[in-house]
């Protein structure tokens, strides 16, 4: 009913319309990416990094370590973004897994 409704708008909210849908579709993917990436880490013992967003500064750079082949964890803490609130400790800690 609205997709019929929108036919007959002016250009200009049928442009904002579609500018939106594609806003949202975009966030839906980039959230399914990000559970992508989590569901990668399980393999690897990381399912629980102290980092509250993988997305995040210190999320990506802890992931690009590890994709170039880091495996040392106080190497990869020192990533650690100076805003992040968990400490290096703390994700050492995480990250040598059980």
């Not at 806003?23 to 399980?42: P, V, Y």
């Not at 629980?48 to 082949?69: C, T, W």
Request: proline content about 3%; some cysteine.
């Amino acid at each position: 009913m609205a997709y019929c409704a929108l036919v007959f708008a002016p250009a200009g909210i049928q442009a904002l319309c579609t500018l939106w849908r594609l806003r949202n579709q975009h966030a839906h993917d980039a959230g399914r990416c990000i559970q992508q990436m989590q569901k990668a880490l399980i393999p690897m013992n990381a399912t629980h990094i102290a980092l509250s967003d993988i997305s995040g500064v210190s999320g990506q750079a802890l992931i690009r370590a590890l994709l170039a082949g880091e495996r040392d964890t106080k190497v990869l803490a020192k990533l650690r973004d100076p805003r992040c609130q968990a400490s290096e400790e703390e994700i050492v800690q995480s990250l040598q897994g059980n």
